[in-house]
């Protein structure tokens, strides 16, 4: 049995969203997001009764902003998903990165195929409707569009079944009377629209030369959207940059303002604020959108969490919550230890590897050596984000295993400072200074190129209580050196002349431990002495 009692791996394998897995949704500010955007369709829907209303009062802009990877296009692709979007809107994805080049024909086919074939569907099911519906008032004019003769009624086929039949086949029908039946609620154009995807499927205009025939066609799909289902049009432009193309098609979108619609715009912070400098009227129209919704910073460890956690409990909602602390638990480490991961689009990326190897293994949960075993196969050239020395990932988690060792690692960290300080008197730049060290209070001392004596006391130990005493006892040996030096894991505030507090993070902890490792084995490469000299300055010593 896979982890977690389930009887498939529960995370996507695909390096970006799908249509297919857009059902799971989770995360409180996506959540939030979504209800917002749920809103902007609520007020414009209850509106469409209201006859008095202008054009301008019947369109509406969101603006959605977030960063790389963190579930946008997710978020974007969901909303096809839910009842309450599918009952009053028809929505139409465009994802700007596939319009290649951005030229008006290229623009509008992504958006109409947008819509998705079920959507053309529904058009011809509607229309075959609207004949039925007008049967009674019409009968001739109906049996001329659909071709109803002598042959279907010598076969006892009624014009129930023959409309039935439709739906079942290509559409051959006389399009003149098509017209002339459907004058009296369509204009022309939206009667031809119609018919061509009555015949194709599709719509397939080749050469709309100009933005305005762009404006009058998306503004057409979204009256006859209205007329044929009472709905209104999203259209969802995701992927926006600063393509120049792109920056006056929107543009002319947002002022043209299409009726029964909504214009969803899509983009990350870092294009939001190329945008601000490369078209400034287009950036006040998106800063002034009726809906902002800014998602950036939105990756959060419990946003994270509880989205990873509904991609588990969708396919096992009695999930117990001990499982759900266990697999909590999982996410933390990578969340914490892994700076590279803290996305979503990455993290699922992890857990959907570390379950097969976990799978693998008949364990009953994704354990911490999967996901270790993921991240050195999966990544193998990937190296540690913020670290001086460029440690690889898997030699971070060599290095995270004895940084998480109490029994040993304050002796590694004093080994790591000593190897550092005779380094540096290798160089010629320091000379050790053994006499004063007493192990107690002082584990390393030299003298610096000035000739100031600088010790070194490290107080890294888990009991903080116990590096506490340390740090205060130190101080109080202060007067055998020019300079002292304190290495702590304590975040402290205390502060003596002549003395230096430095805290070691994970980072730092993890750097030192690499370059003791490589110093030790006689691995140092071209590169090592100048990130050896940035490490020493970021703990302050030599």
Same mark, same amino acid.
């Given at each position: 049995m896979p982890?977690?009692?389930?009887?498939?791996?529960?995370?996507?394998?695909?390096?970006?969203?799908?249509?297919?897995?857009?059902?799971?949704?989770?995360?409180?500010?996506?959540?939030?997001?979504?209800?917002?955007?749920?809103?902007?369709?609520d007020d414009l829907t209850s509106k469409l009764s209201n006859k008095d209303l202008h054009n301008e009062d019947l369109f509406k802009v969101v603006t959605m902003i977030q960063d790389v990877g963190s579930?946008?296009?997710?978020?974007?692709?969901?909303?096809?998903?839910?009842?309450?979007?599918?009952?009053?809107?028809?929505?139409?994805?465009?994802?700007?990165?596939?319009?290649?080049?951005?030229?008006?024909?290229?623009?509008?086919h992504s958006i109409v195929s947008g819509f998705g074939k079920g959507y053309y569907d529904a058009v011809k099911n509607r229309f075959i409707d609207y004949l039925r519906e007008?049967?009674?008032?019409?009968?001739?004019?109906?049996?001329?569009?659909?071709?109803?003769?002598?042959? $279907?009624?010598?076969?006892? #086929? &009624?014009?129930? !079944?023959?409309? /039935?039949?439709?739906? @079942?086949?290509? %559409?051959?029908?006389?399009?003149?009377?098509?017209?002339?039946?459907?004058?009296?609620?369509?204009?022309?154009i939206e009667m031809q629209l119609i018919a061509e995807i009555i015949?194709?499927?599709?719509?397939?205009?080749?050469?709309?030369?100009?933005?305005?025939?762009?404006?009058?066609?998306?503004?057409?799909?979204?009256?006859?959207?209205?007329?044929?289902?009472?709905?209104?049009?999203?259209?969802?432009?995701?992927?926006?940059?600063?393509?120049?193309?792109?920056?006056?098609?929107?543009?002319?979108?947002?002022?043209?303002?299409?009726?029964?619609?909504?214009?969803?715009?899509?983009?990350?912070?870092?294009?939001?604020?190329?945008?601000?400098?490369?078209?400034?009227?287009?950036?006040?129209?998106?800063?002034?959108?009726?809906?902002?919704? $800014?998602?950036?910073?939105? #990756? &959060?460890?419990? !946003?994270?969490? /509880?989205?990873?956690? @509904?991609?588990? %409990?969708?396919?096992n909602e009695n999930l117990t919550t001990l499982e759900k602390k266990d697999l909590s638990a999982k996410i933390r480490i990578i969340y914490d230890e892994f700076p590279d991961f803290r996305n979503i689009r990455s993290i699922l990326n992890v857990l959907y590897h570390a379950f097969e190897v976990a799978s693998a293994k008949n364990s009953q949960s994704i354990d911490e050596q999967s996901i270790e075993e993921t991240i050195k196969n999966v990544y193998p050239g990937l190296r540690l984000r913020g670290s001086i020395m460029g440690i690889p990932i898997s030699d971070f988690i060599k290095m995270r295993k004895i940084s998480i060792d109490k029994d040993v690692v304050e002796a590694n960290v004093?080994?790591?400072?000593?190897?550092?300080?005779?380094?540096f008197e290798q160089l010629g730049t320091v000379k050790k200074y053994e006499d004063i060290i007493d192990g107690e209070f002082l584990d390393a001392a030299y003298n610096d190129q000035m000739g100031k004596k600088v010790g070194i006391s490290i107080a890294v130990d888990f009991d903080k209580n116990k590096n506490f005493d340390k740090i205060v006892k130190s101080t109080k040996r202060n007067s055998v050196v020019d300079k002292l030096v304190i290495l702590t894991t304590n975040m402290t505030t205390i502060k003596k002349n002549g003395t230096t507090l430095v805290t070691i993070d994970k980072w730092k902890l993890a750097d030192l431990l690499y370059f003791s490792k490589k110093y030790d084995s006689d691995e140092f490469s071209s590169e090592d002495p100048q990130k050896a000299m940035l490490l020493a300055k970021s703990i302050q010593i030599c």
């Open positions: 982890p977690y009692n389930l009887s498939l791996n529960p995370f996507p394998s695909s390096p970006t969203p799908t249509i297919f897995n857009a059902n799971i949704f989770g995360g409180k500010r996506h959540i939030s997001a979504l209800r917002s955007i749920n809103s902007c369709l579930g946008k296009t997710h978020l974007t692709l969901h909303m096809k998903t839910l009842k309450e979007f599918g009952e009053n809107s028809v929505i139409s994805y465009t994802d700007l990165t596939q319009v290649q080049p951005r030229e008006i024909d290229n623009f509008f007008n049967y009674q008032q019409n009968p001739k004019l109906v049996k001329k569009i659909i071709k109803y003769g002598f042959m $279907d009624s010598f076969n006892g #086929n &009624s014009i129930a !079944e023959k409309l /039935d039949h439709l739906t @079942q086949k290509k %559409l051959s029908l006389s399009y003149e009377h098509v017209f002339e039946l459907m004058s009296k609620d369509f204009t022309k015949k194709t499927s599709t719509l397939n205009y080749s050469d709309l030369k100009t933005f305005e025939n762009l404006t009058m066609v998306l503004s057409t799909i979204a009256r006859i959207n209205y007329k044929l289902f009472n709905k209104i049009t999203i259209f969802q432009i995701d992927e926006f940059d600063t393509n120049s193309n792109s920056l006056e098609y929107l543009k002319g979108l947002i002022n043209s303002h299409i009726p029964y619609a909504i214009l969803m715009i899509v983009t990350t912070p870092s294009y939001y604020a190329e945008i601000s400098k490369a078209s400034p009227s287009l950036f006040d129209r998106l800063e002034k959108a009726n809906y902002k919704i $800014d998602l950036a910073g939105s #990756n &959060s460890f419990d !946003e994270i969490n /509880d989205i990873v956690l @509904q991609y588990v %409990l969708h396919y004093r080994n790591a400072v000593r190897n550092l300080i005779t380094y």
